[in-house]
């Protein structure tokens, strides 16, 4: 069964920086794909990026250029590099994985992100 830890969510400055990791637990990590989602109050969970296990991302248009995902197999961590960041960004980060069956998908207990202005 995967297990996923967030960390690294805080409160900072519109235009600052913060770097999110998710650390999973497991032996299958380098074959699943990863993702970044955010729910900020009052709206539906959205996707932010995605990464393959051959290290394909992809982003959502409001991230585009703002946001890195990136992983280290070895770690069996995943990273949301997120700068210039706006208050339109404030919301919970959640790290999700993807596996084949019997893994399935999985969510992490997710970190808050704030943005000031």
Known sequence: ?????????????????LRL????????FSIMTMGWYRQAPGKQRELVATITSGATTNYADSVKGRFTISRDNVK??????MRSLKPDDTA???????????SG???GQGTQVTVSS
């Open 21 to 28: 990791s998710c650390v999973a637990s497991g032996s299958i």
């Open 105 to 107: 998908n999985t969510w």
């Open 92 to 102: 919970v980060y959640y790290c999700k994985s993807q596996a084949p069956p019997p």
């Open 1 to 17: 069964q995967v297990q996923l830890v967030e960390s690294g969510g805080g409160l900072v400055q519109a235009g600052g920086s």
């Open 76 to 81: 069996k961590t995943v990273y949301l590099q």
